[in-house]
């Protein structure tokens, strides 16, 4: 069926290129995740803090499909993931950020964190976030960037706040975690103005 409307994007974009590695400021990297960093995988989702978000676990056996599983999203167009690493030493991995549900049609991904416990508090997400949404927007040029999280989860709501994706509302009971239904608070950022609404004729 014939779109009436040019995607945002044009489908093969990402697939043509390599996942970049993507520099956030003098200390951290966005690059993609290697076979070594199957260790630091598996720890983080047995954190007690991460799993309270998650909604999937992570052992040994599956760490290395899920990591080998994301050149494949990345090919798809799909999903996107980085590991958050330390400029001077690429091996000491600090986190991961992630695009997910990406349309390249629409111009629109959701953006997904999360940080190892020798990280937090030290503006690691939001510096993560800001540095891949730069690129979301300025290289791949997407137009419309989401943020969702429980509405518990407090430290991510702050992340949300200080990376400029402003609140739309709640979405009730919109995902299930171990502990029940969770209501989710949904952010967004534009790359770019968004178009005037035609007046009604």
């Known amino acids: 069926m014939p779109r009436l409307v040019d995607p945002v994007v ?3 974009t990402m697939a043509s290129m390599d996942q970049p ?7 951290l990297v966005l690059r993609p995740w290697e076979e070594a960093d199957i260790p630091v995988v598996v ?13 999937r676990s992570v052992d040994e056996v599956e760490a290395p499909d899920w990591i080998e599983s994301w050149a494949g999203t990345w090919a798809a167009e799909t999903d996107a ?16 950020v992630a695009l997910r549900r990406i349309s390249l049609a629409s ?3 959701e953006v997904t964190y999360w940080t ?19 690129w979301a927007f300025q290289a791949l040029g997407l137009h419309r960037l989401e943020l969702l999280h429980s ?3 407090e430290a991510s709501c702050r992340v949300a706040n200080s990376t400029g994706f402003q609140l739309e509302g709640t979405l009730r009971e919109f995902l299930l975690h171990a502990d029940g239904w969770h209501d989710m608070h949904l952010h967004s950022q534009l790359g770019s103005p968004e178009r005037p609404m035609r007046s009604p004729q």
């Open 10 to 12: 044009q489908p093969g």
């Open 21 to 27: 590695e993507l520099p956030v400021d003098d200390d």
């Open 43 to 55: 720890s983080a989702y047995a954190d007690p803090d991460i799993r309270t978000w998650a909604i």
């Open 81 to 96: 993931s980085w590991a958050v690493a330390s400029r001077s030493d690429r091996s000491a991995v600090l986190g991961r």
């Open 107 to 109: 111009g629109t991904g």
């Open 116 to 134: 190892l416990p020798n990280a937090r508090r030290q503006g690691v997400a939001s510096l993560a976030t800001v540095g891949l949404s730069r």
């Open 151 to 153: 509405i518990c989860n």
